[in-house]
């Protein structure tokens, strides 16, 4: 399974669209087998969910999504984690032990991305 992580750096980024870098991690039996680091090719409404998911990501970790992204994994079937924060490779390895939750805070105005996870 592949789960995505919006980052900055090693960390988990505070709003979906506007991260620099996804990173990708592949895991097997409830274990982390692999990890890729792909940088945003850039935050176009409807774009990066079906990135992502071409990739082959079942699940996203985010500090903060708005809304339209979140409908299009779902639609994609990828699970959506949004509320996390610290560093990403922790947050994947709580989610695989089951106790990373979503927080379901969603971000509504792109223009208050900034205030998106407080």
Known sequence: MIIAVASEGTNVTQHFGHCPVFL???TKDGKITNQETIPNPGHKPGFLPN???DKGAKVII?????????DIFNERDVE???GAS???????E???RG???TTGSVCH????ADECGA
């Not at 985010?62 to 979140?70: E, F, I, T």
């Not at 610290?86 to 994947?92: L, R």
């Not at 105005?109 to 208050?112: G, N, R």
């Open 99 to 101: 106790e990373l939750k």
């Open 24 to 26: 990708l991690f592949t």
């Open 80 to 82: 959506v984690i949004v």
């Open 62 to 70: 985010s500090g903060g999504m708005g809304g339209g992204a979140v």
């Open 109 to 112: 105005e792109h223009e208050h």
């Open 51 to 53: 990135f992502l998911a």
């Open 86 to 92: 610290g560093d990403a490779k922790t947050a994947v």
């Open 94 to 96: 709580a989610y695989l």
